[in-house]
């Protein structure tokens, strides 16, 4: 049951597809941004894809990739929303706004958003719930600082992250969100990514806490990605972790080209042959 009146359903995949995803971050002119939307398609259409595919793009481009990619079974989001539908909030994009786009997902709680812009989790919390009322799937960002995991605390730190973003909602309701595990210290130039291992520890120290508070079906269903340096050359390696539902992908997907080889990889790895 949901406490949210859907807009339209938020669509579940079937079986153990895995979800592959990019943010574009601040990145592409419409121009590119078409022309990526319009490879995506093509690729897509031609290939039994049995990945949830989406992209994130940045707001200037949203309504147009959407438009590209009707009737295409990849789904478009955006990079963040306010949590007020309307108001006096300039430079703020509302989450009925994006829905109005044809967008399907929300990120919610990028690392760098809460780095350079303040993002806590507690406007978190209250994007994930803004997300829901528009029938748009949350994406929830979590993920700890090279610090904290120095510290012994990065368990903690992630699922007082997943808590917060998910309070108060029923099971079902966390059900229709998804959850990027990304610590912060993968993300980037500069970052290198965890290791498969490191990844599906987390995951499934996440699923334990998801069970926790909504049950053993929300911890077994919720997509659980990871994100952090993720390339053509690991990508298999953390698809092949029991407990690593996708990946959110940044830089190696920044060109169709470098996604589609990545898009490819999780086929053939599902297919069994890597
Ligand atoms: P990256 O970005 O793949 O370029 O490290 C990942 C992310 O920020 O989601």
């Not at 979590?142 to 029923?170: C, I, K, Y």
């Not at 340096?229 to 992908?249: K, M, W, Y």
Request: charged fraction near 25%; aromatic fraction near 8%; hydrophobic fraction near 40%.
């Amino acid at each position: 049951m949901s406490d949210f009146p859907e807009r339209k359903p938020i669509a579940h995949p079937t079986g153990n597809a895995p979800w592959i995803g990019t943010g574009w971050k601040m990145n592409k002119t419409l121009g590119e941004a078409r022309e990526y939307a319009r490879d995506l398609r093509a690729y897509v259409a031609a290939t039994d894809l049995a990945a949830t595919v989406f992209i994130v793009p940045p707001f200037t481009v949203l309504s147009n990739v959407c438009e590209e990619l009707e009737g295409s079974p990849v789904l478009v989001g955006a990079q963040n929303a306010h949590w007020e539908d309307t108001g006096a909030y300039t430079g703020e994009i509302s989450c009925r706004m994006v829905a109005d786009c044809g967008a399907e997902m929300l990120e919610i709680g990028h690392s760098e958003r809460r780095r350079c812009f303040s993002e806590t989790d507690v406007t978190v919390h209250l994007k994930v719930r803004a997300a829901l009322r528009h029938g748009l799937r949350p994406l929830i960002c979590v993920g700890e600082t090279a610090e904290e995991r120095a510290h012994g605390v990065a368990v903690d730190t992630v699922n007082r992250q997943v808590a917060f973003a998910l309070h108060g909602l029923s099971a079902g309701d966390a059900l229709r969100c998804a959850l990027a595990y990304e610590p912060v210290w993968a993300i980037g130039e500069g970052g290198s990514p965890a290791s498969p291992d490191e990844a599906n520890l987390m995951h499934a120290a996440i699923r334990r806490r998801v069970s926790e508070l909504f049950g053993a079906k929300a911890a077994r269903n919720i997509p659980l990605l990871y994100g952090g340096s993720v390339t053509s050359e690991n990508a298999a390696g953390f698809l092949r972790e029991p407990e690593v539902d996708g990946l959110f992908i940044g830089r190696a997907a920044w060109s169709c080209e470098g996604f589609l080889e990545i898009l490819g990889l999780a086929e053939r790895y599902r297919a069994g042959a890597s």
